[in-house]
């Protein structure tokens, strides 16, 4: 059922770009020839980055990949850019379920790729995964028996994530931590562990 929608959408959207496409060109007095892109494509219709290479100035270290879960979004700031003293140099990829989606057969590829582009065109040398309890990507915290049984269940995720990571990129230094939630006197915060 899932996949009738995600077909529905998708081509709802290239019929939209279609329309976009052919009411810009009918819109614009300008000749094919004359357009200016900021990249070309050469014949083999692949994109030629040279422009984009010759005025970058800064290329990022790390790419961050992290779930979407809001109640995690200040601390993980806190932690990659004053803990590990990254602020300013990394790619952030916040993703619902963060290491699911890499162990997902179904969505492995396409995230691969995605990072991959990140890893290639940004110079990437380092990545950090980041996963938390009660996450809904593991069906909540109702999902286990225990706090401690979440907690390795998802320490043993992020480590097939390192290794998956590890293989399709394997220059990379891999990082992992693990977010809880922490109630102390009626004020809520994260901890995070790093996961060796």
């Not at 619902?96 to 990437?124: A, Q």
Request: glycine share 6%; hydrophobic share 40%.
């Amino acid at each position: 059922m899932k996949k009738k929608y995600v077909f529905i959408a998708a081509m709802l959207f290239m019929i939209f770009q279609c329309s976009f496409v052919n009411n810009s060109a009918i819109a614009s007095n300008e000749s094919e020839s004359e357009k200016v892109l900021p990249f070309t494509r050469n014949k083999s219709r692949d994109i030629n980055y040279e422009h984009f290479f010759k005025e970058k100035k800064h290329w990022c270290s790390t790419m961050v990949i992290n779930c979407s879960d809001f109640r995690f979004a200040k601390a993980t700031q806190g932690l990659i850019n004053e803990r590990m003293g990254l602020k300013g140099d990394y790619d952030y990829f916040s993703i619902p379920g963060s290491i699911r989606n890499i162990l997902n057969k179904e969505t492995i590829k396409l995230v691969m790729e995605e990072f991959g582009i990140s890893v290639l065109l940004h110079h990437v040398k380092c990545v950090v995964i980041i996963a938390h309890e009660d996450c809904i990507g593991y069906g909540g915290r109702e999902t286990f028996s225990s706090h401690e049984e979440e907690f390795k269940t998802i320490r043993k995720d992020l480590r097939k994530a390192r290794r998956i990571m590890r293989l399709r990129f394997r220059d990379l230094e891999v990082y992992l931590f693990y977010g809880r939630l922490i109630n102390r006197e009626g004020k809520r915060s994260v901890e995070y562990e790093q996961i060796l």
